[in-house]
């Protein structure tokens, strides 16, 4: 799933390709992915682009008219072409669920792999029109966010750290990748509870929340979206690694399963050396 990295280095390379071009097609392959129905999509055609943002895992792409919101989920991706191909889209019988089309001839596809489609598109006239950027909680590259911002938000939630790290509405752009990579580098294990932290354990996840966030953002920077996914994958200390040594001490990284996806951690890194029990049979991470 693209996180905020990898969505931030989208925006980057959107900024510097569509700002003043005007959009000539926005053809609908999906129709279950587009949430919105006023503004029309056909509104889209004739605007002409302005600039793009990131709304935690959210993009937006504003226009001299409606904004384009989109989310790409778990296997969503866009792909950007400097000459977009015309060939028909078949809806149903491509990965693709919308192509936007420029009067340069660029374009891009939002795409989405697999059977489960979750990918989403909006078209409105404010971001927050779309439910999910309006209950965002803060961003934690933002320069207000601060060490007390995170200990604010942590006070008094008698919830996993992980699933904290993950909730969009506490902290925004965070997913199940970089909160295994935050907590491995604050050395924190993933079921440690929010409201139950030192001081100093404050301190360390805010540190690692900065670094690991700064540092993955910089290397995504100025990479097309071809490049965006191995560049993280390349990047990942623990998550994804199941099996693998520790770059820190060359301990196994562990896996827990959960219904859909899994978490990853360091025993000696992070847990004092404790296995933590497999939940495959576990519905969600609480």
């Known amino acids: ?9 989208l925006v980057d390379f959107l900024r510097g390709r569509l700002n003043g071009r005007t959009i000539t097609r926005a053809t609908v392959a999906n129709i279950a992915a587009l949430k919105t129905y006023d503004p029309p999509i056909e509104s889209l055609v004739g605007v002409t682009a302005t600039g793009a943002e990131r709304h935690g895992k959210f993009i937006d792409i504003a226009t001299s008219g409606p ?7 778990k296997a969503g991706w866009l792909r950007w ?24 001839g660029s374009g891009f596809d939002l795409t989405e792999a697999g059977t489960k489609k ?35 938000l942590l006070k008094g939630r008698r919830t996993q750290i992980k699933g904290v790290l993950r909730d969009q509405s506490i902290i925004a752009g965070v997913g199940n990748a970089y909160s295994d990579e935050i907590l491995h580098a604050a050395k924190m294990s993933p079921y440690a509870l929010a409201a139950n932290l030192s001081d100093e354990e404050v ?12 540092e993955a953002v910089a290397e995504a920077s100025g990479k097309p979206p071809a490049d965006l996914k191995d560049a993280k994958r390349r990047g990942m200390q623990v998550h994804a690694r199941r099996g693998a040594a520790c770059p820190v001490c060359g301990d196994e990284v562990r896996s827990v399963f959960f219904a859909d996806n899994s978490l990853e951690y360091c025993p000696t890194c992070q847990t004092g050396g404790k296995i933590l029990a497999d939940r495959r049979l576990s519905r969600l991470l609480k």
Do not use: C, W
């Open 81 to 104: 072409y400097d000459e977009l191909s015309n060939t028909l889209i078949r809806p149903g019988k491509t990965p693709i669920a919308l192509r936007i089309a420029f009067d340069d």
């Open 1 to 9: 799933m693209p996180e905020m990295p990898e969505v931030q280095g």
């Open 203 to 214: 301190d360390h996840l805010f540190a690692a929340l900065q670094q690991t966030l700064a």
């Open 67 to 73: 904004h384009l919101v989109f989310h790409l989920a």
């Open 118 to 152: 979750s990918l989403a598109y909006y078209v409105v006239r404010d971001p927050s029109d779309v439910p999910g950027v309006a209950r965002l909680g803060p961003d934690p590259l933002d320069p207000i966010f601060d060490r007390t911002t995170l200990a604010d």
